[in-house]
């Protein structure tokens, strides 16, 4: 499955065979005008497949702003919703600066060992 606002963000989405994750690769902006693409295919993918895990794939993710922000936390709210669980891999720069200049870091669960290997500065104590 595939959803594509007018070439600003592209999602693919992988569904594990045993339904415990569905992985949603995110390529491009994420803002108000393709946030609501996002939602509908994280929405789409709790409601048909409910995996235990989905997982958002942000390395491709060139831009995050505010609209991109509240998506990523209403899609934790509808994975909490589903009794599942939202994680985000490998974040872009962009996305990870932005998590990290409004304290949403630990929302989403990034690991340390993550962001140390990706070469990221962990500015908390």
């Not at 963000?9 to 390529?27: E, H, N, P, Q």
């Not at 060992?113 to 962990?122: A, I, N, P």
């Amino acid at each position: 499955m595939e959803f594509n606002d007018e070439q600003r963000l592209s999602i693919d989405v992988v569904v594990a065979y045993d339904r415990s994750a569905a992985t949603l690769t995110v390529d491009g902006e994420l803002d108000g005008i393709s946030a609501p693409a996002l939602q509908e295919a994280v929405d789409v993918n709790l409601t048909k497949a409910a995996p235990k895990v989905v997982e958002l794939q942000m390395a491709a993710v060139t831009f995050l702003d505010s609209s991109g922000i509240r998506c990523l936390l209403t899609c934790r709210r509808l994975a909490i919703a589903a009794d599942s669980h939202l994680v985000l891999l490998s974040p872009s720069p962009q996305v990870f600066s932005v998590l990290e200049i409004t304290g949403l870091l630990d929302t989403f669960e990034l690991s340390r060992d993550l962001v140390e290997t990706r070469g990221y500065r962990w500015r908390r104590t």
